[in-house]
């Protein structure tokens, strides 16, 4: 079966700072990865899929680049409603989700 | 606009059979293309996907809980229900509904991804 890990678990971070998630997968996956940002008691949202297409309304300050087992999840510049905890997905029919990556404030 | 919202019990005892429902607008699920999945998060922990549904009453389960959930439709209600059998401890956890769309491969294989969630239920399980 295949894995997800995401590094770090957690990160401090200060507004304005650039961010990078990693998402590496167990095997190679091609592009089938998403994004997803989830705030404390909400419900996930989807900031990105395929990899890299960013998904209608999401600040082109989220970028996703990679394939295969590695893939990034960028933030350019932080703003303050950025700061939530983020998922990698991988994409085929039995989705499997990474452990999440918390963004907080420094 | 596209809205899904779960609703079930809040408290099930062990052994129990929980049984969900998700209630959405802005699509139809008669409408070729479209999908909905079930998927909790337990306090703290990770997202897990549970089931899907297709247009063509086409289903699909997690491998590791296929045996207890059960995942139907009522169309003319705009509705999709989730029945889990069994639980325990463990299946304490929101779940939550969403849409799930398809992008489609070079093969055109699809693959797999939610763009509209509900705001999700959270049921405990204890006695």
């Known amino acids: 079966d295949i894995q997800l890990t995401q590094s770090p678990s957690f990160l401090s971070a200060s507004v304005g700072d650039r961010v990078t998630i990693t998402c590496r997968a167990s095997q190679g996956i091609n592009n089938y990865l998403a994004w997803y940002q989830q705030k404390p008691g909400r419900a996930p949202k989807l900031l990105i899929y395929a990899a890299s297409t960013l998904q209608s309304g999401v600040p082109s300050r989220f970028s996703g680049s990679g394939s295969g087992t590695e893939f990034t999840l960028t933030i350019s510049s932080l703003q303050p409603e950025d700061f939530a905890t983020y998922h990698c997905q991988q994409l085929n029919s039995f989705p499997l989700f990474g452990p999440g990556t918390k963004v907080d404030i420094k | 606009q596209v809205t899904l919202k779960e609703s079930g019990p809040a408290l099930v005892k062990p052994t129990q059979t929980l049984t969900l429902t998700c209630t959405f607008s802005g699509f139809s699920l008669s409408t070729s293309g479209k999908r909905v999945s079930w998927i909790r998060q337990p306090p703290g922990k990770a997202l897990e996907w549970l089931a899907r549904?297709?247009?063509?009453?086409?289903?699909f389960y997690s491998t590791s809980l296929k045996t207890r959930l059960t995942i139907s439709k009522d169309t003319s209600k705009n509705q999709v229900l989730l029945t889990m059998t069994n639980v325990g401890p463990v299946d304490t956890a929101t779940y939550y509904c969403a849409r799930t769309q398809a992008y489609y491969d070079t093969n055109y294989y699809p693959q797999y991804y939610f763009d509209y969630w509900g705001q999700g239920t959270l049921v405990t399980v204890s006695s």
């Open positions: 549904i297709d247009w063509d009453d086409d289903k």
